[in-house]
Every structure is written in structure tokens, then in C-alpha cells.
């Protein structure tokens, strides 16, 4: 990396204004229907594309290759993508080793500056990436674009938390001292995103680290290399100095590893599977030679989420909110609702018009802004038919229950609904991450709470109910970490739902919260006498 004064690559701006959540796009409106059918077609005509590693500034190309899919049409390769080896995580590290000892020290203002100025790109091109969301990943048009204002809303709020956080300082001053609180940049990251919010999860990991005054090497999912790559270009057009994020799609088993064990990294952030998490905090938690510190992990990892439904409540709403939370984006977010708990009164209707609502539910090319896409690969499609088979066995099946075939041979499943599933079976305890849903009979309120709290995860979970003594107690009793009251449980908002969980879910990490900035920092008191 060269050296060279951070200011003069990046344009100085400071926030304006507080913080206030990215609109949604109303595609009802003819404008912005119109805009991203233009943009479908334009990024349509750029899929294909090879993509470098860049480490240090150095674009790099491998024997290896990652092609990325379109899942809704896997004949159709997206981007290919250089493969990232064992061999290559010494190279990143130093690469990235490097440009910390520019970065950590630069002024707060200037990182501020390059996730404003990245923020300002992201808006003027935001039908483009959320076309990349559509080919990439499969995700309609509203669920692309949640993606993206996400995405936003990370650079924006973190920009004014990473002021905040330089401004602190001791909550008071002892007498005869001048005392300060100072929270300082750890070092060099390893930033390991999932492939289901490509461009926000990957984004706001990344950003959180580096206006901090760290350093990342970020390894994006296989399944969606592209939109990182694609982010990464917005951060270097942004201003950002060479090897401040170093980008390298590899696999997890050797390049991935490699990072995690390395001696000189000093945290990793993730976001995936349990058994992924698990693995790299038991990788994380053996000391190297040569390692001087404790890495931190900051691990998301799922959940098996529940939607509490009790007879009092507006069951329209509480129908349609359970609609939304498990079929939204074909179930593939791990704060989908993969149980509905619903109480013996009303169990019957409930699953009636459950059953109805689901089988209306359109399934087919998000690029057509179907409701349901593909689930995101072949692997993804063949356990979907697995689990439909158990719940079969398990319970009484509703609604769907198949695959859905199409001209292009995407890996679409239609909205899944098993009814009078036992709240112990592997329907409801185990993570499926698709259009699958366990709806499980309660009785009495106390009893939902129970069959609620009986998994290993703790993400999301939500309550209808007009009762505010339930409410009540469901804050108290219901063991998650983001709780939903009458609305759906997905849906967190930069801000206002501090997104993490708790057990097996992660380490309640709080993502787009005021305290997420200091998992990525270490506090440090000074203390000078007055003379």
C-alpha cells in the first residue's frame, strides 16, 4: 500500500441532519416500475463478467474460479470470480497489516467522510444493485430494495456513531485530573457474510470495522460474490485507500480457516449457519504463536422463530403476518417465522385461512416481481424436498409441499404449511431456511411461551394479542432478541430494532444498534494529573 494523506482521497462531509431510515420504493408507481425493469435489463446485459481479487490496491487472478449462479435461472452465470486460497491469506494479511497503521490513525472525520460519500453512490445506483439482489440471489423487487435502503441505512447510521463514540468520555472528571475515554480501532478483521442479505449484512459488517479505524479482509459467500464485488467498486470510487478492505471470495475451508487461525487476526465477524459460527469461535478461541491477544467473535447465527397467536388477537392481521414473516423471500432470512403458535380456540380458522392465503401465493421469477423465488441453489432446493418429506411424516400438510417447475429449472418451492406439527419434532427444532412453515397448537398463553422458548436459538419472535398483561409478560418471559408486538418478526430497521439474538442465535451482537460500534473498538483510560 502506499502511503499517502487519507484526506486527499477522500472528499471531506460530515452528516447532515439526524438519522433517518431510507424510504422504500413504491413500485406501484409506474416511474419506479419502469426504472427497474431498465435496470434489470442493464445489469442483465453485464452478468457474466470476471471478477479480480484486490488485495492492497493489486488485482489478482487464480487458476480457481467461483461462478456465481442466478437461481432462478442456473444456466445463467452472474459473475466468476477469482478462488482465494490458503496461500492468499498471508498475502491479505500484510496487505491489510499495512494500511491499519494509515487508517487507525487517520481522523474520525475522514472514515466518516468515505461511508457518506459511499451512502450518496449507493442511492443514485440503487435500482442497479437492487437488479444484481433480483439475479444474484433471487429476491423480488421490494425485498432487493430493503436490501439496498438496509445497506444505507448501515453507512448512515454508523457515520454518526462513530462520532458519537469519538466524542465520549469518562462519565466524570475526578478532581485533580483531566480524564478521557478513548475507544481505538483493534486491527485487521476477518469480515465472513452470508449469501441472504449479500449487500446489507456483507456492507454493514464491513463498514462498522473499517469507520472504527480497522482493517478487513472481507470473503464474501459463494453464492454472492458479485454484489460484493460490485460494493466494493462503490467503496473505492468512494475514496477508499488500498488495503483498508481487501476483498477475497475463497472457500471457507481453506482460505476461510486460514484467516480465522491466523495469528495477526484480530476479530472476525460472521453471519451464517450454527455449526459455521460455532466452528470458527472454537477456531478463534486457540491461541497461535505468535498471537498476543484474545480474537473477539462476533457471530450471528440464526434462529427457529415462533409467531405467538392468541384467540383475543386481530386474526386477519395475525394471518397476515405470519404470511409475511415465513414466506417473505422464500423463508431464507434467519428471523423468518418457521412456527406459528396458535392457541386451541381459534386453531382451526387460523390454519384455514392460513391454508388460503398461501395457496394464493405467487411463485415464480423475481425478476417479474413474483412473490416467492427460488431458494438459492441446488443444495438449498434438494433439503427443501427432504424436509417437506419429514413434515409429512411429522404432521398434516396444508398448503404446498412441492417443487415448482419452470422453463428455466430454477429451484423454486411453493409456500410450505404443515399443520399439528408436536412441538418437539424436527419440523419445529431444527433451522430449515426456506418456504417451510410449522404451525403448532397452544393452550393457553403460558403454554405458547413454553413450546416458544424450547429451542437452542433466540433470534426473533412475535405475539398478537390484545391482552397487555400477555404483552406484558411475553417481554419478560419470551427469550429472544428482537421481540415484535401485533406485527411481523421480520423486518428489523436500522435504529429502531437493534437486530442480534440470543443461545445458539449469537452473540446477541445487536447489529444497527448504538453499541455495535463498540465490538469492533477497545476502551482505553487516560488519566493526566494537573500540574
Known sequence: MATMEISTVIPARMPKGEFRNEPFLDFSREENARAMREALTHVGDQLGQEYDLVI????????????????????????????????????????????FEIWRIAPVEERVSLLLRTAELLRQRKFDFCAWLTYE??????????????????????AREALRLAAMTTPIQYPGERNSLLYLPLGVGAVIPPWNFPLAIMAGMTVAAVVTGNTVVLKPSSDSPTIAARFFNLLEEAGLPPGVVNFCPGSGATFGNALVEHPKTRFIAFTGSKEVGLDIHARAAQPRPGQIWIKRTVLEMGGKDSIIVEADCDLDAAVTGVLQSAFGFSGQKCSACSRAIVDDKIYDIFVDRLRERAKQLQVGNPAANAYIGPVVNQSAYESM????????????????????????????????????????????????????????????FEHALAIANNTEYGLTGAVYTASRE???????????????????????????????????????????????LHLFTQAKSVAEKII
Open 137 to 158: 440471489v433471487g429476491k423480488n423487487w421490494g425485498e432487493a430494495d430493503a436490501d439496498v435502503g438496509e445497506t444505507i441505512d448501515f453507512l448512515e447510521f454508523y
Open 385 to 444: 424436498l427432504r424436509y417437506i418429506e419429514i413434515g409429512k411424516r411429522e404432521g398434516r400438510l396444508v398448503a404446498g409441499g412441492h417443487a415448482v417447475e419452470t422453463p428455466e429449472q430454477g429451484y423454486f418451492i411453493a409456500a410450505t404449511v404443515f399443520a399439528d406439527v408436536a412441538p418437539d419434532a424436527r419440523l419445529a427444532q431444527e433451522e430449515i431456511f426456506g418456504p417451510i412453515l410449522a404451525v403448532i397448537r397452544s393452550r393457553g
Open 470 to 516: 400477555k404483552l406484558d409478560m411475553a417481554r419478560r418471559d419470551f427469550h429472544v432478541g428482537n421481540l415484535y408486538f401485533n406485527r411481523k418478526c421480520t423486518g428489523a430497521m436500522v435504529g429502531a430494532h437493534p437486530f442480534g439474538g440470543f443461545n445458539m442465535s449469537g452473540t446477541d451482537s445487536k447489529a444497527g444498534g448504538p453499541d455495535y
Open 56 to 99: 492492497g490496491g493489486r488485482r489478482i487472478r487464480t487458476e480457481g474460479k467461483i461462478r456465481s449462479l442466478n437461481p432462478a435461472n442456473p444456466a445463467q452465470v452472474v459473475g466468476v470470480h477469482q478462488k482465494a486460497g490458503a496461500e492468499h491469506a498471508e498475502v491479505a494479511m500484510q496487505a491489510a497489516l499495512e494500511a
